[in-house]
């Protein structure tokens, strides 16, 4: 969301966000996006816990992104959402709470233990922290969100590959698509996954890209859409096990053999 300042609940790790501490519900309608590419495994209005409008992601590692209080959800459960990704607005929706416009957002593990939120790679720093968003212009980094030819007609793609795998992806391979962009495997030592994204050259409008991953024994997993800068990123969990990966942008095609089995 386009929010700067968070505080986080005393109790656990929590966050709270809100535009500033003393703007009220000026946060009210502001757009709320996906942590990372993942499933919708829960889109609905509770009431018991008080969360209101409440959506939740897994991601590919099994952990869970949650995020509360909306006032409106764009996205139902089943759903496979990107990375950036709107998936509905801030509100201060509760059957418990009077509450002014936040989101209330958590990270869990896959067993669904709260643990530090992190934030680009680095840990938020608890109790409360002040951050400057990517999603709505501004900063030294590509914009969370801006995937979606929604942010004019920018002549160049300002994402690299491992700002959209994420933190400890290394790049282990490429494959050019010509003119129109390249494919790009990475890899993580600490995760033993696999990422796959492919980027386009140029940031004018929207293409049809697509990128793929496919670890030796499993299903094959895509991503592809009308995409501004990159489709992905596409991970699976290949500790010594080869791969199959792949991409294209347009009529551009790469798709390599069985590799990377190390």
Known sequence: ????????????????????ATDGNADLGRTVVAAGAGTVIMSEYR??????????????????????????????????????????????????????????????TSSGAIVPAKFNGTTYRYPNQTLT??????????????????????????????????SGFKQIDSQS??????????????????????????????????AYLQVQGKARKTDSGSYQYYAGPVKDTARKTCVKWGGAIGSAKYDSPLEHCD
């Open 133 to 166: 968003s990517r999603n709505c212009g501004g900063g030294t980094q590509p914009q969370t969100g801006s995937n979606n030819g929604n942010n004019g007609g920018g002549s160049s793609n300002p994402y690299s590959a491992t700002q959209v795998c994420g």
């Open 177 to 210: 698509l010509g003119s129109a962009g390249k494919v790009v495997l990475l890899y993580s030592a600490a995760t033993g996954q696999n990422c796959v994204t492919t980027l386009r050259n140029s940031g004018s409008g929207k293409a049809a890209v697509q």
């Open 1 to 20: 969301m386009g929010s700067s300042k968070s505080s986080a609940h005393t109790a656990g790790y929590e966050i709270d966000f809100n535009g500033s």
């Open 47 to 108: 009431k018991t816990d008080g969360f209101g409008n409440v959506i939740k992601i897994r991601h590919s590692d099994g952990t869970v992104t949650l995020y509360a209080h909306l006032n409106a959800r764009s996205v139902g459960k089943g759903a496979t959402v990107r990375q950036g990704q709107k998936i509905g607005t801030v509100g201060k929706s509760s059957a418990k709470y009077n509450l002014i416009a936040h989101l209330h957002y958590e990270q869990r």
